[in-house]
């Protein structure tokens, strides 16, 4: 969702988020007090980074000579329509072999979306689903990604429940926009199924294990669960051929004026996910608030009959409904499912090379997205001015860390988008 486009261009902060009192947190004082002694990201992925280094067989060699980013758009399947609107068969280019997949999500309308398009999509295989809180808490996320897989009849993926507070920092939600229970207020059954046993940096950890360079990670909530897996094995990142995360933003925040939402909620697992070394794409703000959902669009998900149709179209349409009697909520931006787009037809976005860092430390501008294009050295604030020694030239030279989406075709992403959710697969 997006919360600022009035179409006036003014940015709004989402002043009323809620804020959950860390009495809920799961994560014990000693090891917050561990995390926050030791690191603000930086020394741990100091650590990653040099055993990476070291490492004999990289992930990146493991996995060959294929570029992450360039992989080819694919999908031998067809699929018939029953959208009462659209008339199109949905037919790809085949794939080698399926991408095969983590998302690790906090659903949430958006990330809905995302793992609905996810689990019908062939060219994807999803290997877990790993919630984290976020857009809502963990007591819903959870459920909520169990319901999701429920209802597009793949209880063959498994669940593994997440953290249930950042690192370091009380979790900070945004119900107004999602709705008190993360799928815009529409009541769906409980959950048959359950999580697996494993916790999420525990599965994310043993699949990326068992099949190095072979796991993607899939980021569209705050990056917690993907820190805490990393932090727990040091040698892991390297192992990880690809992290596509959706967050942040190089044209302004959505959560306050310099923050996206996911790297607001957690900027010190932020930091660590980025300074670990692994290929990042990274499709913020700046192009996903450009794939705004339609009225028509939704009419098109409730006219079809299959159940992930008709349950994306109550979500939308519970969320549209909202948005039309005021408050915050203006446009359905959807931020998450472009992410996922993205790795089904490389070309909906286009990508370039940046150096991000992730502002941890600003009282107002903490999730803050710093891009560096190469154009100039990396330069950072200007050191204090005190008696203690200290580096010259608070300056260093570029080296991207990333690839950071700049364009977007928004026709080509709901082209896509709407016919995996309606059709019904042959
Ligand atoms: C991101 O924040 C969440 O509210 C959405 O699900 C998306 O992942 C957009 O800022
Ligand atoms: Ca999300």
Redesign the pocket.
């Known amino acids: 969702?997006?919360?600022e486009s009035r179409g006036d261009g003014k940015s709004q902060a989402e002043g009323n988020c809620k804020e959950v009192e860390p009495s809920a947190l799961k994560l014990s004082p000693w090891s917050r007090r561990k995390f926050l002694a030791n690191s603000t990201g930086l020394a741990i992925a100091g650590a990653i980074s040099g055993l990476a280094a070291q490492l004999p067989a990289s992930a990146r060699e493991l996995a060959g000579d294929e570029d992450p980013h360039t992989r080819a758009k694919s999908s031998s399947v067809k699929v018939t329509s029953n959208a009462a609107t659209s008339k199109d068969s949905v037919r790809a280019t085949a794939p080698a072999k399926p991408r095969r997949i983590i998302i690790d999500?906090?659903?949430?309308?958006?990330?809905a979306m995302?793992i609905f398009l996810a689990l019908r999509s062939p060219e994807l295989k999803v290997e877990a689903i790993t919630p984290v809180c976020?857009?809502v808490p963990l007591d819903f996320t959870l459920p909520n990604a169990l319901r999701l897989v429920e209802i597009a009849d793949r209880t063959d993926v498994p669940v593994a429940a997440g953290a249930s507070h950042p690192l370091v920092r009380r979790l900070v939600t945004?119900g107004h926009?999602?709705g008190a229970n993360g799928l815009g207020g529409v009541e769906f059954p409980d959950p048959k199924i359950k999580p697996v046993r494993e916790a999420a940096p525990e599965i994310i950890r043993r699949i990326v294990r068992e099949n190095p360079g072979e796991i993607m990670i899939v980021a569209?909530?705050p990056l917690t669960n993907v820190a805490l897996a990393l932090r727990d094995d040091p040698e892991l990142a390297a192992m990880i051929p690809q992290i596509a995360i959706?967050?942040g933003?190089l044209s302004g925040?959505?959560?306050t004026p310099a923050a996206?939402?996911?790297l607001y909620?957690d900027p010190e697992a932020a930091r660590i996910v980025f300074d670990a070394h692994i290929p990042l794409t990274v499709v913020g703000?700046d192009v996903?608030r450009k794939c705004l959902l339609s009225e028509a669009q939704i009419q098109q998900l409730e006219a079809a009959k299959n159940p992930v149709s008709q349950a994306a179209g109550k979500i939308m349409r519970a969320t549209w409904e909202r948005m039309k009697h005021g408050g915050e909520v203006t446009v359905i931006?959807l931020?998450?499912a472009l992410?996922v787009a993205s790795l089904i037809e490389s070309d909906v976005i286009t990508l370039k090379d940046y150096y991000v860092e992730v502002e941890t430390t600003g009282e107002w501008t903490a999730g803050q997205t710093l891009g560096y294009d190469g154009h100039a050295p990396v330069r950072k604030s200007p050191p204090m001015d005190t008696s203690m020694p200290g580096p010259s030239a608070p300056e260093e030279p570029f080296k991207p860390n990333a690839k950071v989406a700049v364009g977007v075709n928004p026709d080509q992403f709901f082209h896509l988008l709407i016919p995996r959710l309606t059709s019904t697969a042959t």
């Open positions: 969702m997006n919360r999500t906090d659903p949430g309308i958006d990330d995302a976020g857009n945004s926009v999602h569209v909530g959706m967050g933003s925040g959505n959560i996206e939402f996911n909620v703000l996903t931006a931020h998450d992410t």
